[in-house]
């Protein structure tokens, strides 16, 4: 193949550092109150499509380990070593039973010291109670973001409509590309997943060459990598499909070596035109070189990616799950490429599948990118509440033990999820939270109380991570307004804001800006909800805003001084007296 017929346009030399996802799983029991002012409204109709067949948990149980359900076997006294060499070379088979039988702790040779046997429990019962509680869990993973549901109530049409579009790729046709769109948690990969498992599954079942490559472009958010997983994807597919031909073509040459007539029922005339396909394919498996993490030239990771797809027939659906994250950091030059393969493919076919929740990302792509990716567009709405609650209500069956939940906790979950965007992921997260909450308390259910603490958990975590990614220059911003805060100050104006801003930065050696650059910051935080700002008519010295920390205040403090720069700042005391000062 000529290399320079496919290049790629852009290059984008690879780097390396596979940002970790983190998974904040730890449940600080914050204590808070119960009544939360933002009380949803609960909406106790049961809707009548309300589906409660249990879904079968499939394989997910096996990861999960609930010590309640087998309770620690007594720790059976491990049997001594016997020393072999203090008995007696003449000892008789029924003297030997007989010294087994005796031998304890105290049989002489074996050096007990320092070696505890807990005949009686020694221990100080640190788990005990824990375990001694009925846990609330059945298992817990089916609420957690890896869990795959086998059924997803509430996308049925979406579903539907991927198959209709994707069911010709198992005609070995191409299927138009697709756009996915919708919010977070509105079930997108979820369905694709589900839909690429029925899509393989239901392609080895006819055997046709159909295959499914599922990326998830948060992670894998450069060209070069994109290109580079898929590489190595397809050459790991092909040396699996060489080495089972080469199993069997070697097989049949050392047949043939003795019976020559072997060949007879094989495609081949001769040993020697065996020998030959041998030869080729073994060199074949060896010119499939995997693309390093880094380093080469991104045509040369393209033409490698188009090989080895095009080695044989098949037709292939890239999913781009998060792909506007992908446009985001790295242009559109990937789905470029990708999208005018198929015009150069010899044996392949493929079709891209892209995932977005921005809705307009497509604003930022090259026109014909656009046209060709969008063939097909399904939009994922947000769930309402009593939509919410179906989906919650199926994995709370195989997640919880019975009756671990009182009535309320679901639609109160729903509801909460509901305001946050028809969120399916906070629903879950709400629920897991509260159950979690609910075991740390040893409640033996979990009620309506743990839905608020959890609700108040979640979104102060939120918060911190929100403060803890603010950059240095709002974060100053914000410590100035929590100091004036701790300080008794009511309607922080900007002025006094500004003030103690600038006396921190010349604390900590920072630029100083603008008192304007100052304002914009403030509005900034206002957007993220970490203070409230109001402008305020100030007669003839015009206007000023007037502004309120919205988060706690301990927690903030706590994330910011926890920042180097900021932890450098000793005694803030005086920065405030300042401001009675001025
Ligand atoms: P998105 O990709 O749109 O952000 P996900 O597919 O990751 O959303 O869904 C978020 C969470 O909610 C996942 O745990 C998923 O299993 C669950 N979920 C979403 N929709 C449904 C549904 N209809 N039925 C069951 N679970 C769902
Ligand atoms: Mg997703």
Redesign the pocket.
């Known amino acids: 193949m000529d290399e320079g017929e496919h290049a790629p346009n852009g290059t984008d030399p690879g780097d390396t550092d596979e940002s970790p996802t983190t998974d904040s799983e730890t449940v600080s029991p914050s204590s808070t109150d119960n009544q939360s002012p933002r009380d949803p409204p609960i909406d106790q109709t049961t809707p009548d499509d309300l589906d409660m067949t249990p879904s079968n948990p499939g394989d997910s149980h096996s990861t999960d380990s609930r010590p309640g359900d087998s309770p620690p076997t007594d720790s059976t006294e491990p049997e001594p070593p016997t020393d072999e060499t203090s008995d007696s070379a003449d000892t008789t088979a029924s003297e030997e039973a007989v010294a087994a039988q005796s031998r304890d702790r105290s049989s002489p040779g074996v050096d007990l010291d320092g070696v505890v046997f807990d005949d009686d429990d020694d221990n100080q019962g640190l788990f005990d109670d824990l375990l001694a509680g009925e846990p609330i869990f059945e298992n817990k993973e089916v609420l ?2 890896s ?3 086998h ?5 049925t049409d979406q579903i539907n409509r991927m198959a209709t579009i994707l069911v010709s790729a198992l005609r070995g046709e191409t299927p138009s590309n697709i756009l996915i769109y ?12 589900f839909v690429s498992q029925e899509l393989e599954s239901t392609s080895k079942k006819y055997d046709v060459p159909c295959e499914v490559e599922y990326i998830n472009c948060e992670v894998t958010d450069t060209q070069y990598r994109v290109l580079a997983q898929l590489a190595n994807t397809f050459i790991e597919k092909n040396q699996a499909v060489i080495d089972g031909r080469l199993g069997r073509l070697r097989e049949l040459a050392s047949t043939a070596d003795d019976d020559p007539s072997a060949l007879e029922s094989s495609a081949f005339t001769s040993l020697e035109e065996l020998t030959e396909t041998i030869e080729r394919l073994e060199a074949d498996a060896e010119e499939m070189e995997p693309v390093p993490m880094t380093g080469w030239p991104t045509d040369r990771v393209y033409t490698t990616f188009f090989d080895a797809v095009d080695y044989h027939e098949r037709v292939v659906v890239i999913m781009l ?1 998060e792909i506007d994250k992908l446009v985001e950091k790295s242009g559109d030059d990937t789905l470029y490429n990708l999208s005018r393969m198929n015009s150069e493919l010899d044996n392949s076919r493929i079709s891209i599948m892209g ?1 977005s ?1 921005d809705l307009k990302f497509t604003d930022f792509l090259d026109p014909r990118v656009k046209s060709s990716l969008g063939e097909e567009e399904i939009v ?1 709405p947000p ?1 309402d509440a009593n ?1 919410l609650r ?2 919650l209500q ?2 709370a069956d195989i997640s919880f033990k019975t009756d671990a939940l009182t009535d309320d906790v679901i639609p109160l979950c729903a509801a909460f999820a509901a305001q946050e965007h028809g ?3 906070r ?2 997260d709400l629920l897991r939270t509260a159950g979690e909450l609910a075991e740390r308390s040893q409640a033996e259910i979990v009620a309506e109380s743990h839905v608020r603490q959890a609700q108040d958990k979640i979104e102060l975590d939120r918060v911190v991570e929100v403060v803890r990614t603010l950059p240095t220059q709002s974060k100053i911003v914000l410590f100035a307004v929590i100091l004036l805060e701790k300080n008794g100050v009511h309607n922080i104006n900007t002025g006094e804001v500004f003030n103690i801003y600038k006396r921190l930065c010349e604390e900590i050696d920072a630029d100083v800006l603008t008192q304007r650059r100052v304002t914009d910051l403030i509005s900034e935080l206002d957007m993220l909800g970490i203070v409230n700002a109001v402008v305020v008519s100030k007669g003839r010295y015009g206007r000023t805003k007037e502004m309120g920390l919205s988060v706690p205040i301990e927690e903030t403090e706590a994330v910011l001084l926890s920042d180097s720069r900021l932890g450098n700042i000793e005694n803030a005391q005086p920065f405030v007296q300042a401001r009675f000062d001025n």
Request: hydrophobic share 25%; aromatic share 8%; charged share 30%.
């Open positions: 957690r973001p869990y795959t549901p059924e997803l109530p509430h996308r919708g919010k977070t948690g509105t079930g997108k990969t979820a369905s694709a997943k799950d995932i929740n994922f769930y939509q179906d989906i199926h994995r969120d399916a992921r629903a879950l």
